[in-house]
Each structure stands twice: as structure tokens, then as C-alpha cells.
């Protein structure tokens, strides 16, 4: 068995992996090293194969990405290629980061720093808080359940939606199915979006979904800039209608330097940074969720973390 690992693994690392199939021949580059020919070579891929290099891999039998997200892949792998992704590393990271941009704009901190930068020192008056407050996270799943379970332990009343049926986590008061959405947008406090890029996730909330959004609202973005009208959500902070916003993803992406979303009004906004590997536990995650995997199939078990290629979302065993 070839296996290509795009990861910037390190040797605790290699005798993981390496023991998790023994026998394999592996190679190590990260994706600014690899050839064409490393991806005509893979059978088998850990990392994510820049997709530039998929009509190479006429070899491929299973791709494991490092990331949640799979949009890139959709639809571009060899017929009968396995697709999983790394849910399960993220929650951690990228739930923390939403809770950090929501406790600096309900704290106002970000005005504070722009005070601070020109020794300003200014009261810039009331502040809200999480204890006491509704939530609606759109995409309870991994990142969303933890940042849900962590809304929950601060005292907010949290409900989640979620595309598929699931039995309901402890910490959300009740969890919904996607038709339900706009039934619940005018009466949350804070909405966070967890959601993947798919076709049905894009243009989620343009002007229309925005404007049932409660006002003086908080919206959250962790998932994929696409599934927010820029231009809208500019309008909606710029009039008042809502409050702040927290935004880990824009689109378009990079945001340009003269985008109005630099200058929208109590818009925190951090340039996709929430995930990747910038807290080490999350690369840790990645490595074990793809050993774990790499057991499985040598041993012809289910692989953990399969993505449906119609969806673009896990294929649930619940």
C-alpha cells in the first residue's frame, strides 16, 4: 500500500501512523513539496492533495483530509475514491475562538482597543451578556455542540439546528431541523453558523433572513463565508438591526482591502484562523483521527468521518 501524507508531521508522529499499517510504503512531503508524481504514486492520501493534483491520482482509493470541510473535493476524486474528514479535531480550537469573538464584542473590547491605541481613555457605556441569553447554533454538530456546550455552561438557553435527525445533546434546550429557521431567527440573542460549503448553505442569510434576525442580535461565522451576504450584513450593522458581528470567514476570501465589512460597526473579524493548526491540539487530533482510520482500513472496518459526495456532509451512523 503507497501512502502519501501531506501533513508536517514529526517522528512521534511517523511511528503512529507508520505503526497503525505496518508493511506500507509511505511518504512524507507537505503539499508545497509534492509532484505529480507523488499523487500518480498514492493509493492511499493523509492531508489534504491540493486539487490541482487530483487528475494525477488515477490511484487514489481514500483521500483523509485535515479539514472538516471537504467542498474542494466534491465531485473531483477518481469514481470510488473514500473521502473522510477530520471532524472531532476542530471543536476545541474553533469553539473557543467563537467564544472569544462574541465575549469581545458583548464587552465592547474592540472598541476598547481602538481607545487603547490612541490613549483614549473613554467609557463606552453598556455591555450585554451570555448568562440569561438565547443562542441558536446552525450547525450543531462537532464545533457547533462544543460551542453550544460551552454557551450552556455560561447560563444561555441554547438550541441547535442540524440537517439530519440526532438524539439532542444535554446542554441545548431543544434541536431543530432547518425548517425551522426562520421560526426561530427573532427570538435569539446570538446566532452562530457552523455549516459547511455546499449549495444549499450558500447565501444562508442574505437581507431577507438577516432582517428576521432579532434586533441588536449577535451573528457568528466559523463555517464558510458563502453562507453570508457581505453586502447585506453591512446594511444590518450599518442601520443598527444588529448589534455585532463575529466573523472568522468572509466572502469573499481573502477580503479585500477596501471591502465595507473592514469598517461595519462592531464587526470583529479574524482572517480564517479559528481551525488550521495554530492550537497544537488540534494537529494532535488530526494525526490520531487518521491513525485510528488507517487501522480500520487495513483491517477492512468502517472508516470513521466519511463524507457523502452529494452532501458534502459526514454520512451519520445514528
Known amino acids: ?84 474528514n477530520a471532524t472531532g479535531a476542530y471543536g476545541l480550537a474553533i469553539s473557543e475562538h467563537l ?8 464587552k465592547k473590547l474592540h472598541l476598547y482597543r481602538v481607545n487603547q491605541i490612541h490613549h483614549n481613555w473613554h467609557d463606552e457605556g453598556n455591555v450585554t451578556s451570555i448568562e440569561g441569553a438565547r443562542a441558536l447554533v446552525v450547525g450543531a454538530g462537532n464545533i457547533g455542540g462544543d460551542f453550544a456546550r460551552k454557551l450552556h455552561a455560561l447560563g444561555a438557553e441554547v438550541y441547535g439546528i442540524r440537517r439530519t435527525a440526532k438524539v439532542r445533546d444535554p446542554w441545548l434546550t431543544e434541536l431543530y431541523h432547518m425548517d425551522k429557521l426562520d421560526e426561530l431567527l427573532p427570538e435569539m440573542d446570538i446566532v452562530a453558523l457552523c455549516l459547511p460549503g455546499t449549495p444549499e448553505t450558500k447565501g444562508l442569510f442574505d437581507a431577507e433572513r438577516l432582517a428576521k434576525m432579532k434586533r441588536g442580535a449577535i451573528l457568528l461565522n466559523v463555517g464558510r463565508g458563502t453562507a453570508i451576504d457581505s453586502d447585506a450584513l453591512c446594511d444590518a450593522l450599518t442601520s443598527g438591526h444588529l448589534g455585532g ?74
Open 1 to 84: 500500500m503507497n501512502i502519501l501524507v501531506t501533513l508536517p508531521v514529526q517522528s512521534t508522529h511517523k511511528e503512529l501512523l507508520e505503526n497503525a499499517y505496518p508493511g506500507a510504503a509511505f511518504r512524507y512531503h507537505t503539499a508545497s513539496e509534492l509532484t505529480r508524481e507523488d499523487a500518480a504514486w498514492a493509493e492511499v492520501c493523509i492531508g489534504n492533495l491540493p486539487p490541482k493534483y487530483l487528475p494525477d491520482a488515477v490511484n487514489l482509493k481514500w483521500l483523509q483530509l485535515n479539514s472538516a470541510g471537504a467542498d474542494a473535493y466534491l465531485g473531483n476524486l477518481p469514481s470510488g475514491t473514500l473521502l473522510t
Open 99 to 106: 467564544l472569544a469573538m462574541l465575549l469581545g464584542i458583548q
Open 245 to 318: 458581528a463575529g466573523l472568522d470567514v468572509t466572502e469573499p476570501e481573502p477580503l479585500p482591502v477596501s471591502h465595507p465589512l473592514w469598517d461595519a460597526p462592531n464587526c470583529i473579524i479574524t482572517p480564517h484562523v479559528s481551525g488550521f493548526y495554530h492550537l497544537p491540539e488540534t494537529f494532535e487530533r488530526i494525526v490520531r483521527i487518521a491513525a485510528d482510520n488507517l487501522t480500520r482500513y487495513r483491517e477492512g472496518r468502517t472508516l470513521v468521518n466519511l463524507v457523502d459526495e452529494r452532501t458534502g456532509y459526514r454520512t451519520l451512523r445514528e
